[in-house]
């Protein structure tokens, strides 16, 4: 028995070490393909847009049409995170906090916009909206437009970063339970009460999460919001139909340029993303051990 339990440790040991023998092979690789996919076409694009020195790469940036490309992105993110923010908070409540008739085709409808196509979900506002669609004649008797124009673009934008916050908020708030909602509302709290001071503050790092996950997609969509944009240039162009317009034009400088300034805002996101992301999980293994 004694012969067994001491062969024991030293077939563990040996089996360990026999795992981390394919540990810096793996770790090489992870780092070619990082570098590979990653790092190089970001320095190649760092590199073409200072290319023809810093005079032409500011140029390229605040020429009125990069100008109006970047405002229209801005506000398109503006107005569409915040109406994401809203209804992922409000389904997300929805969904972990309740049992009602027709849960799982609610869970199901949020994550729709990962299995559709962003140009067919444009194809669809164009169908329903534009001149010749379902709605086309009521809109222009009532001199509405929303295909070619901001409101298309919000919609189109809203309807692809549907998920971000609802499926980031869904888990952590099912995780969580219910229990201290239910002890405020004992103590007399209502609703807007119990949600400010217990429901909030336990979610608030995991909604910034998926607010920066929403941010990031509403930036660089470009499938669904091309086709509703019509492509008018400054003034339904965001940053990356701007980068495409340049780029087909052979204005090479100018659309990496304006291109470096989409990745710099993502560089902020991911900065942003990282520090909800470690607090999350910091949250997250307090949760478990407790």
């Known amino acids: ?171 952590l708030m099912q995780q969580q339970g219910t229990q201290e909602e239910e002890a405020a509302r004992l103590l007399g709290a209502n609703g807007l009460q119990m949600f400010w001071h217990v429901t909030l503050p336990n979610i608030k790092w995991g909604l910034i999460y998926g607010v920066v996950l929403c941010t990031a997609r509403a930036m660089g969509e470009f499938g669904a919001v091309s086709v509703v944009s019509g492509h008018i240039r400054g003034y339904t162009n965001t940053l990356p139909l701007h980068v495409e317009i340049l780029y087909n034009e052979y204005n090479h400088v100018a659309a990496f340029s304006v291109a470096s300034l989409l990745l710099l805002l993502a560089l902020i996101i991911l900065l942003l993303k990282q520090l909800s992301e470690q607090r999350l999980n910091h949250l997250k293994h307090v949760a478990n051990e407790n």
């Open 1 to 171: 028995m004694s012969s067994q339990s001491s062969a024991l440790p030293s077939s563990n040991h040996r089996l360990r070490r026999r795992n981390n023998s394919g540990k810096p092979l793996l770790i090489m690789a992870a780092w070619m393909v990082f570098g590979l996919f990653l790092l190089l076409p970001l320095g190649v694009v760092v590199s073409a847009a200072l290319k023809q020195g810093w005079a032409v790469f500011i140029s390229a940036i605040f020429e009125p049409d990069a100008l109006s490309a970047l405002q229209l992105t801005l506000l398109a993110v503006g107005i569409s995170v915040p109406l994401n923010l809203v209804f992922g908070v409000c389904a997300a409540w929805a969904v972990s906090k309740y049992e009602f008739r027709g849960k799982s085709l609610l869970v199901t409808l949020i994550d729709l916009p990962f299995s559709v196509s962003p140009v067919i979900a444009g194809l669809i506002y164009v169908l329903l909206f534009g001149a010749q669609g379902f709605f086309g004649e009521w809109l222009q008797a009532r001199n509405i437009q929303i295909v070619f124009a901001l409101p298309g673009i919000i919609l189109a934008t809203v309807f692809v970063t549907v998920p971000f916050v609802a499926r980031e908020l869904i888990p």
